[in-house]
Structure formats: structure tokens, C-alpha cells
Antibody, heavy 121, light 104 residues
């Protein structure tokens, strides 16, 4: 059974930093791309960042580019999101997703339960 | 434009058929993925690609596409289908704004 367990969320002041982790199990972690998707309170889904299976390719949404860094440790089956220079608008539940591809279609076939990040003074 | 546009809310009578749509220029060339999200829960993939259902998703859910519009159809909607539905681009980086489905 695929499991994705996020951790590291919490309350942080504007300008502060936080590192999220996602522990994966139930599949060959090193064979799959992974992503972070967030959802602000009462709002829709927003893609944040993706990373290739090897970690050699990283991709970011415009709203977090230059502030967030995605990474992975395939020896520990863990995905990370380092978040710096946090703003109030970064307040959201952050989901870790396992990604698959079918032809030219990428999709997130498994999601974690999410971890809440609150940026406030 | 890379945006995906969805109607904010749709309703359907129990047991009837409902279509939830997603519009965007990218959909002229590619299919959309669809996710279901119930209150307080993580999203669940219900349709990906042309019309593929992950294991465990009932066959009353189907996907289609025409021109710049992708559609998620629920044939014989059930009470448990009441949820928010999001379409998603083929490279998974763009989400529609979501459609709140109410089953009457």
C-alpha cells in the first residue's frame, strides 16, 4: 500500500523558514517523480514544485521560484521542501504527491494527508 | 493561455447524470486529469489521460474532451459523489479553480 506521510508544518513568522518532509513507502521511491501541491484555506489547489525520480530535474511555480527548494533522498525514501522567505500568502496545507506518466500525460496518483503551514506574526 | 476554467458549482439529482467541464487552450491538444476532494480530505485521482480510471474508482466516472473543453461525467450520481472536483493539465502544473458538486 502506497503511503505518503508529510511532516514539518507549523506556525512561522513572515520572513522565516521551514522544511517539510514526506516519508514514502509501499512503492519504489527512486523510480517516481514527486511533487508538492498546496491549498490555501478555503481555496483551490496550486502546484508548487516537482522533482524527477533521480533528483536531477527540479521545477517550480512562479509564486515560489527563488524561495523554495525541492529535494529528495532516495536512500531514505523521503521528499523535502525547503521554504525560505515565507509570506502570509504561503499559508496553506501542503500535500506531497507521487507522480506517474502515461504517454504524454503526467498525473499525481497518490497524495499524502497534508501538513499545515501558517505564516503569521 | 495556460489557464483552466471551471464552473464554481454544479448540482445534480440523486441517480441522474452530471457533466463537469473544464475549459482551456491547452485542452485542444491534450487531455485533462480530474481529482475529487471531499471536505477535510486529500484529493483523489478519478480520471487521467484520455479516459483512464485508477483502480478503485467506480465506472460511473468517465472523461471526455472536445475542442478546448474537457469533461468529467458521473453517470448515476450517488450521495458520496458530493465533493469538489478539480481538473488538471497534462503536465500536472495547472489546476482549474474547482467545481463544487451538490447531489440533491
Amino acid at each position: 500500500e502506497v503511503q505518503l506521510l508529510e511532516s514539518g508544518g507549523g506556525l512561522v513568522q513572515p520572513g522565516g523558514s521551514l522544511r517539510l518532509s514526506c516519508a514514502a513507502s509501499g512503492f519504489t521511491f527512486s523510480s517516481y517523480a514527486m511533487s508538492w501541491v498546496r491549498q490555501a484555506p478555503g481555496k483551490g489547489l496550486e502546484w508548487v514544485s516537482s522533482i524527477s525520480s533521480s533528483g536531477g530535474g527540479t521545477y517550480y511555480g512562479d509564486s515560489v521560484k527563488g524561495r523554495f527548494t525541492i529535494s529528495r533522498d532516495n536512500s531514505k525514501n523521503t521528499l523535502y521542501l525547503q521554504m525560505n522567505s515565507l509570506r502570509a500568502e504561503d499559508t496553506a496545507v501542503y500535500y506531497c504527491t507521487k507522480d506517474s506518466v502515461d504517454g504524454s500525460t503526467w498525473y499525481s496518483d497518490y497524495w499524502g494527508q497534508g501538513t499545515l503551514v501558517t505564516v503569521s506574526s | 493561455s495556460s489557464e483552466l476554467t471551471q464552473d464554481p458549482a454544479v448540482s445534480v439529482a440523486l441517480g441522474q447524470t452530471v457533466r463537469i467541464t473544464c475549459q482551456g487552450d491547452s485542452l485542444r491538444s491534450y487531455y485533462a486529469n480530474w481529482y475529487q476532494q471531499k471536505p477535510g480530505q486529500a484529493p483523489v485521482l478519478v480520471i487521467y489521460g484520455k479516459d483512464n480510471r485508477p483502480s478503485g474508482i467506480p465506472d460511473r466516472f468517465s472523461g471526455s474532451s472536445s475542442g478546448n473543453t474537457a469533461s468529467l461525467t458521473i453517470t448515476g450520481a450517488q450521495a458520496e459523489d458530493e465533493a469538489d472536483y478539480y481538473c488538471n493539465s497534462v503536465d500536472r502544473t495547472i489546476f482549474g479553480g474547482g467545481t463544487k458538486l451538490t447531489v440533491l
